[in-house]
């Protein structure tokens, strides 16, 4: 990668230069790799420069002079997505333009519930503005000391609080985005009721860029938790944990905050690649529970609350061992397995990755079906399954077996693609739960998604977007 094969005229960069200053320009090409390259590695593309504006307004003036000669721009917060949705093309014909100098919080209202803040937010700097004010941000994944704001909206990220809070999209009270011909729209709006036409910030929300830069947000807080109970326990199958689930919302009123279930598969790779795991139980079983509730109220009396649901599922069979956290370090080693599988796994091998979602209760027939499949299709496959089952969510990443390569594995991606999407959709599932489409899955959306729905996708890049340079190539 050099950079010299790149179509951008002399003229568009020199007036970018003019527009953000050389504090707002990266050119160096060794500079320029960590942002040519998707967190997986999967993709390396070329940019003759990275951009990096201050401001809105420099954003918009970018985007003008883009959208004048028909440069292509690809926006990028943390660099974080896991399906190559902000990695410009090969061809080092389009600009890549990053939003981390634009990182203040520019303001929060605890009796509004509200946050301001623009794009380049870390998502960690957001949960700690809200924290300081007294207040939760509930959006919180695994990339979140890196990840930025203006990306987390762009994917309509997930994370594990999606059971209680929603996804990003369930966060976002309004909006500021810069159109692709440089118009700023300021939809920074933050009433919980507006009625007054269409729900404009939802058409940019989960976009992934192709048809605007999102510049600033407000965003919806909540209550800070006071009570936090978190629950470890060895489960039957995962039939029994989705019965917990539905025991658990109830008797809590509804404050199950987490729900992760993880095969043994996966701690197993935890203990053997991650410094310092270790089992929270006396023994192995095959399968695992991570439940945690929380409260507003110091005293919320969840410990007891989680202790009956437990126990009620220890006496129906479905629960094998349990336990329950004492402390702070206690729940942080627990959700450390959890978090640490994908770090594991990668360390491991070669591995065929997949976010989809079914319905909650859909979750064990689609666990058996492929389980059973993928084991037909590649003798010896290691599946390392786990998710965010609360909400119907699983990561079901493949593994190379002990006496295979890595390459020879890969051979292999399509068809299992293939068995893990059919079944999932046959269950009228996601191919994408979390992750997005970016490169990664854009012809496995021609392939699943309805024709009718993919005609009025297009309708709405080709009205907002004629010119196509909004992040071309991607989801579309």
């Known amino acids: 990668?050099?950079?010299?094969?790149?179509?951008?005229?002399?003229?568009?960069l020199d007036g970018i230069a003019e527009i953000v200053g050389e504090k707002g320009l990266i050119r160096d090409q060794a500079d320029i790799e960590p942002y040519v390259i998707d967190?997986?590695?999967?993709?390396?593309?070329?940019?003759?420069?990275?951009?990096?504006?201050?401001?809105?307004?420099e954003v918009s003036k970018v985007v003008a002079l883009c959208?004048?000669?028909?440069?292509?721009?690809?926006?990028?917060?943390g660099n974080t997505g896991l399906c190559g949705g902000a990695t410009p093309s090969e061809a080092g014909d389009q600009l890549l333009l990053s939003l981390t100098r634009m990182?203040?919080?520019?303001?929060?209202?605890?009796?509004?519930?509200t946050l301001i803040a623009e794009a380049g937010v870390i998502l960690t700097d957001i949960q700690k503005a809200a924290d300081d004010n007294d207040r939760l941000f509930p959006l919180s994944l695994g990339a979140?000391?890196?990840?930025?704001?203006?990306?987390?909206?762009?994917?309509?990220?997930?994370?594990?609080?999606?059971?209680?809070?929603?996804?990003?999209?369930?966060?976002?009270?309004?909006?500021?985005?810069v159109l692709p011909d440089g118009q700023i729209?300021?939809?920074l709006s933050a009433l919980r009721k507006d009625n007054t036409g269409y729900d404009l910030k939802q058409l940019f929300i989960g976009s992934e860029g192709t048809l605007g830069i999102i510049t600033a947000c407000v965003l919806k807080?909540?209550?800070?938790?006071?009570?936090?109970?978190?629950?470890?326990?060895?489960?039957?199958?995962?039939?029994?944990?989705?019965?917990?689930?539905?025991?658990?919302?109830?008797?809590?009123?509804?404050?199950?905050?987490?729900?992760?279930?993880?095969a043994r598969k996966g701690l197993d790779l935890v203990f053997k690649n991650i410094p310092g795991a270790r089992d929270p139980l006396s023994q192995p079983y095959s399968e695992y529970l991570l439940i945690e509730l929380t409260s507003g109220h110091e005293e919320g009396g969840l410990r007891e609350t989680l202790e009956g649901i437990l126990g009620d599922a220890m006496e129906r069979g479905e629960v094998l061992d349990a336990t329950i956290a004492e402390s702070r370090q206690q729940s942080a080693d627990i959700w450390k397995l959890r978090e640490t599988i994908p770090e594991a796994q990668a360390i491991e091998g070669t591995g065929v990755k997949h976010d989809i979602s079914v319905p909650v209760s859909s979750m064990p027939e689609f666990l058996e079906r492929a389980n059973a499949e993928i084991s037909k299709a590649v003798d010896g496959v290691q599946i390392c399954a786990f998710g965010h089952i609360g909400d119907g969510n699983a990561h079901y990443n493949l593994n190379q077996p002990d006496n295979s390569d890595g390459e020879t594995f890969l051979k292999h991606k399509e068809e299992l693609n293939r068995i893990v999407h059919d079944i999932a959709t046959n269950l009228r599932g996601s191919i994408s739960a979390e992750h997005g489409i970016g490169q990664l899955k854009r012809e496995e959306l021609v392939h699943y998604k309805s024709p009718i729905a993919l005609d009025v996708m297009r309708s709405i890049k080709a009205a907002i977007d004629p010119k196509q340079i909004m992040n071309p190539g991607k989801v579309l």
């Open 67 to 77: 959208a004048e000669s028909g440069t292509p721009i690809v926006p990028q917060g």
């Open 185 to 187: 729209w300021d939809g």
């Open 221 to 262: 807080l909540f209550p800070k938790p006071r009570d936090v109970q978190t629950g470890f326990a060895a489960v039957r199958d995962v039939s029994a944990a989705i019965e917990i689930l539905a025991r658990a919302r109830a008797a809590s009123d509804d404050r199950v905050t987490a729900f992760e279930w993880m």
């Open 1 to 12: 990668m050099d950079g010299s094969t790149h179509t951008v005229s002399s003229a568009v």
């Open 103 to 113: 990182n203040q919080v520019r303001a929060v209202d605890p009796l509004n519930y």
């Open 144 to 177: 979140e000391g890196t990840a930025r704001i203006g990306g987390n909206i762009a994917t309509n990220a997930g994370g594990t609080g999606v059971l209680r809070y929603g996804n990003t999209r369930e966060l976002v009270v309004g909006i500021e985005v």
């Open 39 to 57: 967190q997986r590695k999967s993709y390396i593309g070329a940019t003759p420069m990275v951009v990096r504006p201050s401001s809105t307004e």
